[in-house]
């Protein structure tokens, strides 16, 4: 990702560069996003990067409560429950998620006022192993970094989709500008010249490590926005719209007014925003460790979490979605007889939600292993070295006193170029606006402020 690059004329090939009108205009995209997202790039990087890692992390630090010794036969679900219902009297059990490994402990989420509590529990001796409040967890806290860098909230969310949709333009006009126009060598292009000096240097840093990761770092943020608030909007719309989500043929059933992610933990993107059916009364009542069977009797992979029904039409919703997406599910049963009241697994999901569950395993690192997570974290702390090398690069550049943004053309754009503008801000909507701001800046305002007019020069 080339966040702030810098080419000046240093031959009569790159000065005839200087006159051509889309050169220029791409240049200073690059640059003003390069020089405004610089910081917020290596933040969402480096959190990434965690992220990529959080399970590896979470033994480390948590090892105490994580880790437990491998026993003969695990005891029932519901005693393990118990135990947790005795420490925690006054809390509701939200949550229980089953392990993959037979050497983890049972995860069980409690709620007291409004507090989440995760809570380990040795499924071999239902002792209690230790507990983290939710929030205060490393992988929630490193999501909450990466996605809402910490404050939180709609401004930041969506500021943080803008990033991410600049990210991409900065990415193709990088490309762009460092496009070969000398056939005849490869050194500056393909491989940097480490026996230049001074910015050339640092160009060459900049712009080739750009060039052999730019891939790489494009599929980590296309396939980061499916959770933006904005674009994630629009491609859940489009996906139900043209019949690419989840089934037509699911959730047919009596639904309540909420959706699936706001009753259950650890839902599938896909099934996340659909609506949550509902339990038919009977005069049966499902027990926790009826519901483990049933989930293994209808082949539910693990890891996959048991989410308590919520009110007396609720539905036990088990769900798998940290494993390879081939094993992803979401079923809801009956709370009263154990009925399945609807079953949607990844074979049942459209092409688009497929696509974007493949992408998001490759997002978080584990849709092909351990080589996912390097190659993620290589993208990542590759994208923090580029950004480095153009802020260096930039300095080594620059008027002292002055921003050093690269002149304008002097000539119009060009038709299909505004084109180019009107289509990128429909698929990225704050891009879009953020080209109308920038427009209205450099046209009226920029003018008339003489001493930022300077600074700018």
Not at 207 to 229: D, E, Y
Not at 374 to 380: E, K, P, S, V
Request: proline letters at 5%.
């Amino acid at each position: 990702m080339q966040a702030t690059a810098y080419k000046l004329p240093e031959n009569n090939e790159n000065a005839s560069k200087k006159t051509n009108s889309l050169y220029q205009t791409f240049w200073r995209w690059h640059f003003y996003g390069g020089i405004i997202f610089a910081p917020f790039l290596i933040l969402l990087a480096i959190s990434g990067a965690l992220y990529l890692f959080q399970a590896e992390i979470e033994t480390m630090i948590y090892k105490d409560k994580i880790i437990v010794q491998k026993g003969d036969q695990p005891l029932p679900l519901s005693q393990q429950i118990d135990n947790v219902q005795a420490k925690y009297p006054d809390a509701e059990i939200g949550s229980v998620r089953l392990p993959k490994e037979d050497n983890r402990a049972t995860l069980v989420k409690v709620i007291e006022n409004d507090v989440v509590t995760q809570v380990y529990v040795n499924p071999y001796t239902a002792s209690i192993t230790g507990t983290i409040l939710d929030e205060d967890h490393f992988k929630n806290v490193v999501a909450k970094l990466h996605s809402e860098w910490i404050v939180g909230g709609t401004f930041i969310n969506r500021f943080v989709e803008l990033a991410a949709c600049w990210t991409i333009i900065i990415l193709v006009t990088g490309l762009y500008i460092w496009w070969p126009r000398n056939k005849k060598t490869f050194m500056g292009t393909i491989f940097p010249r480490l026996n230049k000096n001074g910015r050339m240097f640092w160009r060459d840093l900049h712009a080739v490590t750009a060039f052999w990761l730019s891939l790489m770092i494009l599929i980590l943020i296309v396939t980061g926005l499916p959770w933006s608030g904005v674009m994630g909007e629009q491609i859940n719309k489009l996906a139900t719209n043209a019949n690419a989500g989840y089934p037509t043929y699911a959730f047919m059933a009596p639904t309540a007014e909420k959706t699936t992610d706001e009753i259950a933990e650890d839902i599938p993107w896909a099934t996340e925003n659909n609506p949550a059916p509902t339990s038919t009364k009977d005069d049966g009542s499902l027990s926790v460790d009826q519901v483990m069977y049933l989930a293994q009797e209808n082949k539910i992979q693990k890891p996959y979490t048991i989410s308590m029904p919520a009110g007396e039409d609720g539905v036990f919703t088990v769900a798998s979605s940290r494993d390879k997406p081939k094993n992803e599910a979401t079923v809801y049963f009956n709370q009263y007889n154990g009925e399945i009241v609807e079953d949607v697994r990844f074979s049942d999901y459209g092409w688009m939600a497929k696509a974007i569950s493949i992408g998001i395993a490759l997002h978080e690192g584990h849709y092909f292993g351990l080589a996912n997570q390097i190659l993620g974290a290589i993208a990542a702390l590759g994208l923090v070295a580029i950004v480095i090398f153009s802020l260096i690069m930039w300095k080594k550049r620059k008027p002292s006193g002055k921003l050093g943004v690269p002149k304008k053309s002097d000539k119009k754009l060009k038709p299909w170029i505004i084109i180019l503008m009107v289509i990128t801000g429909i698929v990225m909507p704050l891009a879009g606006i953020s080209f109308v701001f920038v427009f209205l800046l450099d046209r009226f305002v920029i003018p008339r402020v003489k001493p930022l007019q300077a600074w700018l020069s």
